[in-house]
T-cell receptor, first 114, second 112 residues
Framework: DGGITQSPKYLFRKEGQNVTLSCEQNLNHDAMYWYRQDPGQGLRLIYY???????QKGDIAEGYSVSREKKESFPLTVTSAQKNPTAFYLC?????????????FGQGTRLTVV | DAKTTQPNSMESNEEEPVHLPCNHS???????IHWYRQLPSQGPEYVIHGLTSNVNNRMASLAIAEDRKSSTLILHRATLRDAAVYYC?????????????FGTGTRLLVSP
């Protein structure tokens, strides 16, 4: 079945550590996105990419880094520079279009700093 | 980025129709209107989208105002499984490709 997979579902990090969240899709989508969601809040865009080896900062990119070495994969690294990393992280993908294509979301990774 | 405004929450009874409004007064002529919904602890799922004309699919209907400054998502018969946060989103194509920008959404409560 085609879809988008995030792993792990739950992740615990000690302060000062970098962690990498995985996002893989087999939908042959060109565009991929990372969002952060805090409790009771909407989604905020961290990074997005429309093509391999290219990505753009979203609204809250500070303290995060990404790579897009393969079309299927868009991992997100939460660095020690991110002051408040505890949140629900969502990855999405979509075809490139003129605004008329739907995005598919993973089930999310819940990151907790301990 | 064009913005959307939605009520924070709405309530409905099971098997009744639900009309979820969205205002987008700064929409550009070529922005599509998309709706997604998010169940607790899950990723959002696509519901419907449209440009100018009203749209129907198996999940819902989308009614778009003639001036496109507002739209309404219609759930014809609400079920308990429809309880979720509903997001109205305008696709920002000013960056050269579609960029999904979410607002705070409307939390729909459905009572039996």
């Amino acid at each position: 079945d085609g879809g988008i997979t995030q792993s792990p579902k739950y992740l615990f990090r000690k302060e000062g550590q970098n962690v990498t969240l995985s996002c893989e899709q087999n939908l042959n989508h060109d565009a991929m996105y990372w969002y952060r969601q805090d409790p009771g809040q909407g989604l905020r865009l961290i990074y997005y990419s429309q093509i391999v080896n290219d990505f753009q900062k979203g609204d809250i990119a500070e303290g995060y880094s990404v790579s897009r070495e393969k079309k299927e994969s868009f991992p997100l690294t939460v660095t020690s520079a991110q002051k408040n990393p505890t949140a629900f992280y969502l990855c999405a993908s979509s075809m490139l279009g003129q605004g008329d294509t739907e995005a598919f979301f993973g089930q999310g990774t819940r990151l907790t700093v301990v | 980025d064009a913005k959307t405004t939605q009520p924070n929450s709405m309530e409905s009874n099971e098997e009744e129709p639900v009309h979820l409004p969205c205002n987008h007064s700064t929409i550009s002529g070529t922005d599509y209107i998309h709706w997604y919904r998010q169940l607790p602890s899950q990723g959002p799922e696509y519901v419907i989208h449209g440009l100018t004309s009203n749209v129907n699919n198996r999940m819902a209907s989308l009614a778009i105002a003639e001036d496109r400054k507002s739209s309404t998502l219609i759930l014809h018969r609400a079920t308990l499984r429809d309880a979720a946060v509903y997001y109205c989103i305008l696709i920002d194509r000013n960056t050269g490709f579609q960029k999904l920008v979410f607002g705070t959404g409307t939390r729909l409560l459905v009572s039996p």
